[in-house]
Each structure stands twice: as structure tokens, then as C-alpha cells.
């Protein structure tokens, strides 16, 4: 089982026409509303810091997207936590606002690519800084919108003291509470029972409060396979058989290329998981996802469903944005099957 990869990919690229993105457009979130596909994209020019915001495009068909604005729709504070930057916008809508989980630094993590694998930028401070300011570290906030126009922040999600991305809200309650999928890199090793970081799940009344809550093993990565590490991609999908459910995972030697695959959750008990794709089901081949500041990395950060076809939209080699589809029920009757059935 694949997705069909879109013959007019990269369907969004850098441009020279604007500074802020002529380097990198990736890593999309996006939502489908009234006929129209929303999509909120990490953007970042060629700048020493690499700063990066998000940037919107929409689109009647799924496919060709258009730039709604020369300017980013949304960017880091001036003088709050997030104001390095904000990236891999998750996106969920309850009543009639729509809610952005992203990945947020309190500095820009400068030109990562140049560095050795997960370092960045770090700022001159005391040693009595918070970690979150020494190391620069990873967090995730929460905004709200309407429009995706005006943006209002809501706050943080997770620890300070933790690397925690990939965070992702299921889009509706269950069993009266909110769920929370998120992938702290610190939580390995004997203590957690894993030995690569994977993906754990919260539930909480309320959707800033979290921190306190426990977090429950969903999933963890396979030695010695295409997902060693692993983390959460796009918001979970409610289907008649289950939460559809994709995610990333990397292989811990090797090429370290990202690829993906499918989980199917239980409607009433997502941490029952109920089957897993044993082999990707979108992983990188072309040239703009071989080639770029990540080599080999599809990571995808939207998903909808329109018409019975699932839309899944990914960032290539962290540059372009692609997207790959297929019949709904192809993909959940693959996930049904004994291939894939979790005993």
C-alpha cells in the first residue's frame, strides 16, 4: 500500500519574490473548510539566524495553491518565548476556531544544516538561565484563529525542560476529554521502557492544561527497521473503523531517511492500537525529497479528507511542500487487513 505522490509536485517552493521564504517552504499544515484548502507553511529565507514563520496559501482543488499574502501570516513574538521561531503547524477546528499546534524556539536555531545533527543556535547566558533559553530548546505552543488572518497565542503546551514536538490535539473529545499526541526526545532509556523517542498521549478538561497530566506510551519504533525513532505527523482522522492516525519514523543508522506510516486507534480508547502499517507508505524517492537541507526527509504535517480521497501534505528534504493521496477506504481496508492487524 502507497499514496500516490502528485505528478505536478513540489506544489509550493521557495520564491525570490519574498525574502522571508526564498529559501524554504515546508512542513504544511492544512485544513479543509466551506470548498476552500487552508494551508499554513514553515517558511525561512537565507539569513545567518534562519528565522522562521509560517506563511499561508490556499486552494480550490487541493492541488495548486496560491499565496494569500507577501508577508507571513504568522511569526515569532517580539519578546516572548516563541521568538526564534515557529514551525509545523498542526491544525484542528472546534466550534468555529481553528486551533494551531507549533513548534516553537526562544532563539532562531541559525542554519542547522551546517551543524552536526540536532544542534542549533545557542544564546551567551548564565548558567542559572532556564534550560529552555541556555539550550534553545524545542517547545510547543498553541494559537487560535478564525480566519488565519489574526492570530491570537494562547501559550505553551508542554515543559519547559523538555524537547517536545511533534505535538498533535485530536479534533474532537474523547469520551469527554481532549487528547494530546506528543514526542518528548528526553523521555528514553530504562526508565520509559523505550530506547529511541516515540510517541505518547495525554488527555486533559482543558486544552492549555496538560503539563501535569500523565503521558501514556502509544507507540514506539522497531530496532533495527525503517522506524526507530518515530513521532507523530497529522491530526488523527475519526473513520467508522477507528482514528487514522499517520506518522514519522527514522532509522537510526543508515541513510536516516524519514518515512511514514499509517496506525489505526481505537474510537474509544486511542492508546488500543489497533493496526500498523509494517512497511511506509510514503517515503522519499523523488529528486526535491532526496535533495535539499534535510536529504531523504518526508515529513507530513496536514491531512484532510474531501470526497472520500485523503489529501496528506509533507515537507521534502525541509524545502518544498508535496502532497499524495488515496481512496480513504483503501487505506483503512489495507489497515483492516491481517498485514496489519496489531494482536
Known amino acids: 500500500m502507497k499514496l500516490t505522490k502528485f505528478a505536478g509536485n513540489p506544489i509550493l517552493s521557495p520564491t525570490e519574490t519574498n525574502d522571508w521564504e526564498s529559501l524554504v517552504t515546508s512542513n504544511p499544515g492544512v485544513t479543509y473548510d466551506n470548498g ?10 537565507n ?17 495548486h495553491f496560491e499565496r494569500v499574502s507577501d508577508k507571513p501570516a504568522f511569526g515569532p513574538s517580539l519578546d516572548g518565548p516563541d521568538g526564534g ?11 468555529d476556531e481553528f486551533y494551531v499546534t507549533y513548534a516553537y524556539r526562544p532563539y532562531a536555531p541559525g542554519q542547522y544544516w551546517k551543524f552536526a545533527h540536532d ?7 548564565g548558567t542559572d538561565a532556564p534550560m529552555a533559553v541556555r539550550k534553545n530548546l524545542g517547545n ?27 505535538v498533535i490535539l485530536f479534533p474532537e473529545k474523547v469520551n469527554g476529554q481532549f487528547v494530546m499526541l506528543h514526542r518528548p526526545k528526553e523521555f528514553v532509556g530504562e526508565k520509559y521502557g523505550v530506547k529511541y523517542p516515540s510517541i505518547w498521549l495525554k488527555y486533559s478538561d482543558d486544552l492549555l492544561d ?31 473503523k477507528g482514528w487514522l492516525v499517520l506518522y514519522h519514523g527514522v532509522e537510526h543508522g543508515g541513510l536516516g ?7 489505526l486507534l481505537d474510537l474509544e480508547n486511542p492508546l488500543h492500537v489497533l493496526a500498523r502499517t509494517p512497511q511506509p507508505i510514503l517515503e522519499p524517492e523523488a529528486d526535491y525529497e532526496l535533495s535539499g537541507f534535510y536529504n531523504g526527509c518526508i515529513f507530513p504535517v496536514g491531512n484532510v479528507v474531501v470526497d472520500g480521497t485523503l ?7 525541509d524545502r518544498y511542500v508535496g502532497v499524495a493521496t488515496c481512496a480513504l477506504d483503501e487505506l483503512v481496508g489495507y489497515l483492516m487487513s491481517e498485514e496489519c492487524r496489531v494482536v
Open 36 to 45: 476552500v484548502f487552508y494551508m499554513l507553511y514553515r517558511a525561512a529565507g
Open 85 to 95: 521561531c515557529v514551525e509545523d503547524p498542526r491544525i484542528v477546528k472546534y466550534d
Open 47 to 63: 539569513d545567518e539566524k534562519h528565522v522562521i514563520r509560517l506563511g499561508l496559501a490556499t486552494s480550490r482543488d487541493g492541488y
Open 257 to 263: 531517511y524519514y518515512r511514514v506510516g499509517a496506525l
Open 311 to 317: 489529501f496528506v501534505y509533507y515537507g521534502s528534504a
Open 119 to 125: 544542534e542549533v543556535l545557542t544564546p551567551s547566558c
Open 140 to 166: 510547543t505552543g498553541l494559537a487560535v484563529t478564525k480566519d488565519f488572518r489574526t492570530f491570537r497565542r494562547l501559550g505553551r503546551l508542554t515543559s519547559p525542560v523538555l524537547d517536545d514536538r511533534d
Open 210 to 240: 496538560w503539563e501535569d497530566k500523565e503521558s501514556h506510551l502509544l507507540l514506539t519504533g522497531i530496532e533495527g527497521s525503517w522506524e526507530e525513532k518515530i513521532g507523530g505527523s497529522t491530526p488523527p482522522l475519526r473513520t467508522d
